[in-house]
């Protein structure tokens, strides 16, 4: 019996639970890979620059300022805020992005090397990396207007004597954390939650591995409670769609929502529209021309 859509986790549990076990020996796959994996590879990072991302709802939009949402649907230009005046916070970015690469490339070549060890026995795995959520694609984010990505999507596979077929489905979404951060986390954040939850509710995605990497020793959660968990539909009812509604009235009515201003400002590709009184026009620091900082 296959686990690889949400209606699958309807099944009785003794049928889940083998999968369920598949699922959990992602990260001891992981491990052993890595400790035979002695070839010669490279991976390349990219990254979206904020400019070229298009409006709808975007997944890091689930939580914090109503108006961001409200802005991203309308469409407003979304601009790097090249004033933030902290460079060492962009570099971290950078070392995330290059994080994420690694991840995805290593689960790649996981996924290739078990499959060749397996596939006598008619077995075989994938995964597919950035994953695109597009109204064209998929009738969720159709219905919502939705753009965004996921990190990657695993599928085991099994051959019935004539065709490869699909048994077994996890998303996963990566995070790189410090370890002051990582020690701390008892569990998924709120906010990654909720974007897991759109990943999982777009692509149909039973199970979700969020993966928070220690940056400093490499510790990594692994696919076990809480890390692993099943689609959420309370979740995504009462929280992600009533948002949605609610972003869409403001659309349609005109009625902006008022400024949530916080730390999350920072990171808004809108403040070139709103203004948020809380990012103030500072001295320029030696080699950087204009700086903006968040007050206490
Ligand atoms: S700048 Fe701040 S208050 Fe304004 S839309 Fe962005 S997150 Fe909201």
Redesign the pocket.
């Known amino acids: 019996m296959p686990l690889v859509s949400i209606a699958d986790l309807a099944r009785p549990p003794e049928e889940l639970a083998p999968l369920r076990q598949q699922a959990r020996g992602l990260s001891e796959l992981w491990n052993a890979f890595v400790l035979q994996d002695g070839e010669a590879y490279s991976y390349t990072v990219s990254k979206q620059g904020e400019s070229s991302r298009g409006g709808g709802i975007h997944a890091s939009e689930m939580s ?5 949402l ?2 991203s649907i309308l469409g407003i230009e979304r601009r790097h805020i090249k004033e933030v005046n902290d460079y060492n916070m962009k570099m971290r970015f950078k070392a995330g992005d290059a994080l994420h690469a690694m991840v995805q490339s290593d689960f790649a070549r996981m996924s290739d090397w078990y499959t060749r060890e397996h596939r006598d026995q008619g077995l075989a795995l994938s995964f597919e990396s950035e994953v695109r959520i597009t109204p064209e694609f998929y009738a969720v984010a159709q219905e919502w207007g939705i753009n965004s990505g996921c990190d990657g999507v695993f599928t085991f596979w099994h051959w019935d004597g004539t065709q490869w077929v699909a048994y077994l489905r996890v998303g996963v979404e990566i995070k790189s954390s410090s370890a002051l951060e990582y020690e701390k986390r008892k569990g998924p954040e709120g906010k990654h939650a909720k974007q897991a939850c759109l990943y999982q509710k777009c692509l149909d995605l039973p199970l979700m591995w969020t993966i928070y990497y220690n940056k400093s020793n490499s510790n990594y959660t692994t696919p076990t409670m809480p890390w692993l968990f099943d689609f959420d539909e309370k979740l995504w009812e009462e929280e992600l769609e009533m948002r949605f509604r609610t972003a869409y009235e403001h659309v349609r009515t005109q009625q902006m929502p ?5 730390h ?2 920072r ?5 070139h ?4 009184e ?2 103030k026009r500072v001295q320029p620091q030696k080699g950087i021309s204009a700086g903006l900082r968040v007050l206490p």
């Open positions: 914090e300022c109503m108006l961001r409200v802005y008022p400024r949530n201003e916080g999350h400002c990171f808004c590709p809108f403040t529209h709103c203004g948020p809380v990012l």
